[in-house]
């Protein structure tokens, strides 16, 4: 079993308020069928959520009336992308089903307090694919906070200890510097977890793009931890999912579990 990550700047144009790139959604979905792997999908808010979220200092807990509304509006907007993503699925032929997080999890001081995960394995024994998403959620200390797509892939990795996760990114995968604006940039292969750490140092803290992957790399230290590989692929090349899945080399960065 596979937990995947489908991050919100390869379905949505992060620039672009409420974007969806629905052609590579569309290719996904036919990877992830013909591959007939059991997964648990997580998706990204993207251009969807991030805008809104940031708009109403949603992550920093309540501070005023104005987010009770930005955070109905911004769960409005990462549900429109959530059911975006469920239509690619199902005429892929693909029996998803979503679970919100707001609905099964609750965060403290944006820490995981209760997360109720027999809900996925209910639905994975039946044979559907549950789809879960980043998400306002409740918070006990600060009454409401954000749970990223991240959070929820690293709690999922560590309740059902998967063969890989994998995140499908913009990008080929992990490189000794921002290749979007370093054309000097090496393509990283295959790391440790020590290696990651020399990396994480490297990366330039002012970039916006970087914040991003600095906090992809905390989860998946996480993630190494458990002992679980974690690989990172370019979802807008055709077939790069679909060849990891089943074990076919492709181009991606590997990050070993373990020490």
Known sequence: MFVVKIGGSVITDKSKKSFFKQKVMKKLASE????KKPIILVHGAGSFGHILAKQYSLNDGFQNKNQI??????????????SLVLKE????????????????????????????????????????TPLTFGDVVL??????????????????????????????????????TNPKIDRHAKFIKNLNVKELDVLTTKLDAHDDVTKGMEG???????????????????GNVNNRLYDTLIGKDSKHTLIYGGD
């Open 89 to 128: 699925l199902h005429n892929a032929g693909i029996p998803a089903i979503s679970i919100p997080p707001h609905a099964i999890l609750r965060l403290n001081n944006h820490k995981p307090s209760n997360v109720d995960f027999e809900i996925f394995k209910i639905y994975l024994n039946q044979g559907f």
């Open 32 to 35: 992830i069928k013909k591959s």
């Open 216 to 234: 992809k790399i905390e989860t998946i230290k996480k993630i190494a931890d458990l002992g679980i590989e974690t690989i990172l692929l370019n």
């Open 139 to 176: 918070d006990k200390k600060i009454g409401f906070s954000i749970c990223s797509g991240d959070l929820i892939l690293h709690l999922l990795a560590d309740y059902f200890k998967p063969e890989k996760v994998i995140f499908v990114m913009d990008e080929d995968g992990l490189y000794t």
């Open 69 to 82: 509304e930005g955070f109905a509006y911004t769960h409005a907007m990462v549900q429109q992308l959530n």
